[in-house]
């Protein structure tokens, strides 16, 4: 069974310019997550969506945005990058949303680095 | 609002030595407890979890946590390191309500396991 799927896994983009990052989730799966990994920071929770309709968000500014397609595959969009933005963004999907019973499963990850 | 502490930023110790990684949370609710783990340039591996029932619980590679709610902690240990478990290993929580599958971070710790 594949595991979650994240492309590009490296990338460099100029300050200015907008990203757009993909991730399929584990067969069957519906809940789709993203989280931005930093050294200053760590790791905080972007958003959630599940079954195409944004669950959950964290407290990133408008610039980060998500969507989820029919077959949960899910894209998050930054514009107006900045230098901060640069860090490894990580997916990660489970079966269903706000059930005690899932197991949430991490892709290899997304380097953006902004220059 | 939930928190999760790790106490030590980086732990070294000898090959077949004994380990504990110690994290401490903060919520006003139930909460579930996870451990990952993170290779260099690799995404999250989760290790264990504790959603409820033993507060011992069993992961892989020989990995197992105790948690303790009266002192709201949830360490991590193993008997005997191999080198291969030089890693970061983080300590999450989560109460699955509302805010769906977000996951809240602790900062991580460091392994470093030396011969």
């Known amino acids: 069974k594949a595991g979650v799927t994240q492309t590009p896994r490296y990338l460099i983009k100029t300050r200015g310019q907008q990203v757009t990052l993909s991730c399929s989730p584990i067969?069957?799966?519906?809940?789709v997550s993203w989280y931005q990994q930093t050294p200053g920071q760590g790791l905080q929770f972007l958003f959630e969506y599940f079954s195409e309709t944004q669950r959950n968000k964290g407290n990133f500014p408008g610039r980060f945005s998500g969507r989820q397609f029919s077959n949960s595959r899910s894209e998050m969009n930054v514009s107006t990058l900045e230098l901060g933005d640069s860090a490894l963004y990580l997916c990660?999907?489970?079966?269903?949303?706000?059930?005690?019973?899932?197991?949430?499963?991490f892709g290899e990850g997304s380097w953006l680095t902004v220059v | 609002a939930q928190s999760v502490t790790q106490l030590d930023s980086q732990v070294p110790v000898f090959e077949e030595a004994p380990v504990e990684l110690r994290c401490n949370y903060s919520?006003?609710?139930?909460?579930?407890l996870f451990w990952y783990v993170q290779y260099p340039n690799q995404g999250l591996q989760l290790l264990l979890k504790y959603l409820s029932g033993s507060t011992l619980v069993k992961g892989i590679n020989g990995f197992e946590a105790e948690f303790n709610k009266s002192q709201t902690s949830f360490h991590l240990r193993k008997p005997s390191v191999h080198i291969s478990d030089t890693a970061e290993y983080f300590c999450a929580v989560s109460d699955f309500t509302g805010g769906g599958n977000k996951l809240t971070f602790g900062t991580g710790t460091q392994l470093k396991v030396e011969l």
């Open positions: 919520s006003s609710v139930s909460v579930y």
């Open positions: 990660a999907s489970s079966l269903w949303t706000g059930s005690s019973g899932n197991t949430i499963y």
């Open positions: 067969s069957g799966h519906r809940s």
